[in-house]
């Protein structure tokens, strides 16, 4: 018998947060067939094992995360429900892996249909095309009735925030190719909207907290760029964290309100040296590098305070701080092994200056991919990685343990052990982020509410109903 | 609860941070390390660049 009883929410120290990652893949079959095989097809053959096993390709693994294939043929990956920096970046990089996993199978079915071919998986986020896919992430947020102006008060945030979380890349136009921060930057068409395909803001409204909607929202923010080196997502997600964290509290923030979003978010991505400026509605000017500097001020002002003072705070502050100031000093070699911007700048100007070509060549689009590309064998990062080229924040051990197990602190955990359980018994079930059922059996599902809970004894008596045939 | 040394700090742990950032290697040495791995790739990645290039086009996501 599932006891019916919801227990109430817990009472959460205001420091604690849920964060997600969600990341859609850019998905490449390299082959010399004959005929053409669409993306598609090719999801539909990378996807087989899962939907053998699942009886779908939208799926909960064991780990609690979330595999599924998205608009465009995107194979995507949403992490569980993690309350550290350090869990959510073990979960994203066995997404990484997970996602890897499933490519020689894929090639194999590939074959059987008479393609030869290699399948690639990029963690990045546009095509040779131009069409841009994302990484969302996701802050739960305490509700409040001014969401909007509050979702807002991030903006000048985020679109300053690349020239130390972006990832980099090589921007052709017609005029000559250039280096810019952020790949993403020329797809955000608003600040805040409820659409995601159609206008692609940088905050997105949908009001879907997956959670007790009286209590939380989910602060939705789609528009940074997918990061391969751990200290970059470290201090993509732990800034915005710390900067949310000064909102919520209701404390004044520094008035650095932007003129024009869309013109801005362009012109810091595609300025290198950190000196076009934005314009604020109070008719200031600012530089990237000042806006970021300010926030900056603003968390050190409430260190102790508001943001209690940790060995993860002040590691994402150092690194915050040097990657500002490698853009205002234009030293990149303090963050060339720790911020995707920079590695990959001094990776593709080494090789450009070994091909002795210019920047628009083919071959650096190239070996732009393989740094995006999660195979350890054909991609580059790995390799960068194994050769001390980017710093490392997780052990390897988590990662490899994060690819079948959920979180402990969170609700993961009890879907987790519920999707382990029911894969065991052989029992039908549905699961997503908020509802737990056994197929069939009526009265068997359990609604979770609370995401910082982690234990429930209505999941106990679903896991034993599990056990009893 | 750490136990404390006489000097009232907790006592490290025996296992070495694992997040603790490594020391940052010689500029020269991680520009050799750099090089060699390039040198390593180059010849893969110059195979038909351009067309493997132009092959990656997906439809976009959100």
Not at chain 1, 214 to 236: C, F, N, Q, W
Not at chain 1, 439 to 464: I, N, Q, Y
Request: some cysteine; proline content about 5%; overall charge negative.
């Amino acid at each position: 018998m599932i006891p019916t009883d919801i227990p109430p929410p817990l009472e959460v120290d205001p420091a604690r947060r849920i964060f997600g990652l969600e990341t859609e893949f850019g998905l490449h079959l390299d082959s010399a067939a004959s005929r053409a095989v669409t993306p598609e097809e090719v999801a539909g053959h990378l996807f087989h094992s899962v939907v053998q096993w699942g009886r779908s390709s939208n799926v909960f693994l064991t780990n609690a995360s979330r595999l599924y294939i998205d608009v465009g043929a995107h194979p995507e990956y949403a992490t569980a429900e993690c309350d550290t920096l350090t869990d959510l970046i073990a979960m994203d990089k066995a997404g990484e892996r997970i996602v890897q996993d499933l490519v020689a199978g894929g090639e194999e079915r590939l074959r059987a249909a008479g393609v030869e071919g290699e399948i690639h998986l990029y963690k990045n986020n546009t095509d040779s095309a131009g069409n841009s896919y994302g990484c969302h992430e996701n802050y739960l947020v305490r509700r409040r009735a001014d969401f909007k102006a509050f979702a807002s008060a991030l903006l000048p945030f985020l679109v300053t925030r690349q020239i130390v979380t972006g990832a980099g890349t090589i921007t052709r136009t017609p005029q000559g190719a250039h280096y810019s921060f952020s790949p993403r930057a020329d797809h955000m068409w608003e600040g805040l909207s409820s659409a995601t395909t159609r206008s692609r803001p940088m905050i997105n409204t949908r009001d879907e907290p997956h959670a007790n909607a009286e209590l939380y929202r989910r602060m939705h923010v789609i528009v940074g760029d997918s990061t391969m080196a751990e200290p970059t997502t470290l201090v993509k997600v732990g800034a915005t964290d710390l900067i949310l964290r000064i909102m919520e509290a209701r404390a004044i923030l520094p008035e650095l309100t932007l003129a024009r979003e869309m013109q801005a978010i362009r012109d810091v991505a595609h300025d290198l040296t950190g000196t076009a400026t934005v314009e604020l509605v109070d008719g200031r000017r600012l530089t990237a590098v000042e806006v970021q500097q300010t926030y900056i001020e603003l968390v050190r002002s409430h260190l102790g305070g508001v943001i209690e003072r940790t060995e993860e705070v002040d590691r994402i502050l150092d690194l915050w701080q040097r990657g500002v100031d490698a853009v205002r000093t234009q030293d990149f070699s303090g963050v060339e092994t720790e911020l995707d911007w920079a590695i990959k700048h001094r990776l593709l100007m080494r090789y450009q200056e070994r091909l002795g070509c210019t920047l628009d060549d083919p071959r650096l689009a190239r070996l732009e991919l393989a740094f995006h590309d999660v195979s350890p064998e054909r991609g580059l990062f790995a390799k960068l990685q194994a050769q001390g080229l980017v710093r490392r924040i997780v052990p390897e051990e988590a990662i490899v343990r994060a690819m079948t197990q959920a979180p402990s602190t969170t609700r993961a955990h009890l879907r987790g052990e519920f999707v382990s359980k029911a894969l065991e018994s052989g029992r039908d079930f549905t699961v997503d982020w908020v509802h737990l059922k056994i197929a069939g059996a009526s009265g068997t599902t359990v609604l979770l509410k609370d995401p910082f809970r982690s234990e429930d004894a209505r999941v106990d008596a679903l896991l034993d109903a599990l056990a009893t045939p | 609860m750490a136990q404390l040394n006489a000097q009232g700090q907790p006592y490290e742990d025996e296992t070495p941070e694992p997040d603790a950032p490594a020391p940052a290697p010689a500029a020269q040495a991680s520009g050799d390390a750099l090089d060699d791995l390039l040198a390593e790739i180059d010849g893969s990645l110059q195979v038909n660049a351009e067309q493997f290039v132009r092959s990656f086009v997906q439809k976009g996501g959100q």
